[in-house]
């Protein structure tokens, strides 16, 4: 299993690990982990790294 680490490109922190499923809704993401927690973040994908397991976006 290849879960991901979302970061934030304006300052590169993370804002969730062990994630396992992203969707889009409009300008929301919504972000799942390996054990089922969601969080809703405004904003966009900006680029996925799968060999690295690193998704990063822009958000509010």
Do not use: H, P, W, Y
Request: charged share 30%; aromatic share 2%.
């Amino acid at each position: 299993m290849c879960l991901a680490t979302v970061i934030k490109k304006a300052d590169g922190t993370a804002v969730f690990r062990n994630v396992s499923r992203i969707d889009v809704d409009g300008d929301t993401l919504i972000i799942r982990d390996i054990m089922g927690e969601e969080k809703q973040v405004e904003g966009k994908i900006l680029m996925v790294d799968l060999a690295n397991s690193m998704v990063e976006i822009d958000c509010k």
